[in-house]
Every structure is written in structure tokens, then in C-alpha cells.
Nanobody, 120 residues
Framework: QFKIVESGGGLVQPGGSLNLSCTAP????????MGWFRQFPGKERKEELS?????????DYGDSVKGRFTISRERAKNTVYLLMTSLQPEDTAVYYCSACGRDRGVFVSWGQGTQVTVSS
């Protein structure tokens, strides 16, 4: 079952940082290119922010987060991270982790996501 669990969101002030985590209790994320997405309030589309390609471990970033967000993975812990710095109110969204790149769409459903709110 392709269940993904995201965590690490919260309320942060502008300019602050958060480190999101994504894991899968019942399957191996190592097999896939994994990335982070976000969905703004009231919007259906999920914006792809970053993708860590498997097995090359090359990283791609969207223009909106390039230079501020860093994706990484810890294979021994079956976990993918997104370090977010210099957060701004326009980064407020629900953040999701899923397959990306050549593996995009391989998972039928999304996890519950983790809410990130940037506000003073």
C-alpha cells in the first residue's frame, strides 16, 4: 500500500526555516525519484517544488524555491527531507511528498500533507 506520511510543518515567522520529513511505513522510497509538492488554499493544482532523481540523486528545483529550499534523502531511514529557509507568507500551503520525475504518478493517492503557515 503506497501510504506516505509527511511531517514537520507548522507556524513560522517570515524569514524562518522548517525541515519537512516524508516517510513510508510499508514500502521502500529508495525505488523512486521522490519530490515535494505544495497546494495553495483554494487551489486544486499541486505545484512541484523539488525532485530528487533516483538512482542518480540529482536534484531539480522549481524557480519559486530555488536557492531557498533543499531536498535530501536518508536511505537508511527511508526518509526524504525538505529544508526550507527564508520562508515568506506566500509559501503558506499544504506540502506533500510523492514520486516525481520519471516516476511521477506511480502512487495512486497522496498523503495527508503537512501545513506550513508563514506569518508574523
Amino acid at each position: 500500500q503506497f501510504k506516505i506520511v509527511e511531517s514537520g510543518g507548522g507556524l513560522v515567522q517570515p524569514g524562518g526555516s522548517l525541515n519537512l520529513s516524508c516517510t513510508a511505513p510499508k514500502f521502500n522510497l529508495d525505488l523512486y525519484s521522490m519530490g515535494w509538492f505544495r497546494q495553495f488554499p483554494g487551489k486544486e493544482r499541486k505545484e512541484e517544488l523539488s525532485c530528487m532523481n533516483n538512482p542518480e540523486d540529482t536534484k531539480d528545483y522549481g524557480d519559486s524555491v530555488k536557492g531557498r529550499f533543499t531536498i535530501s534523502r536518508e536511505r537508511a531511514k527511508n526518509t526524504v527531507y525538505l529544508l526550507m529557509t527564508s520562508l515568506q507568507p506566500e509559501d503558506t500551503a499544504v506540502y506533500y511528498c510523492s514520486a516525481c520525475g520519471r516516476d511521477r504518478g506511480v502512487f495512486v493517492s497522496w498523503g495527508q500533507g503537512t501545513q506550513v503557515t508563514v506569518s508574523s
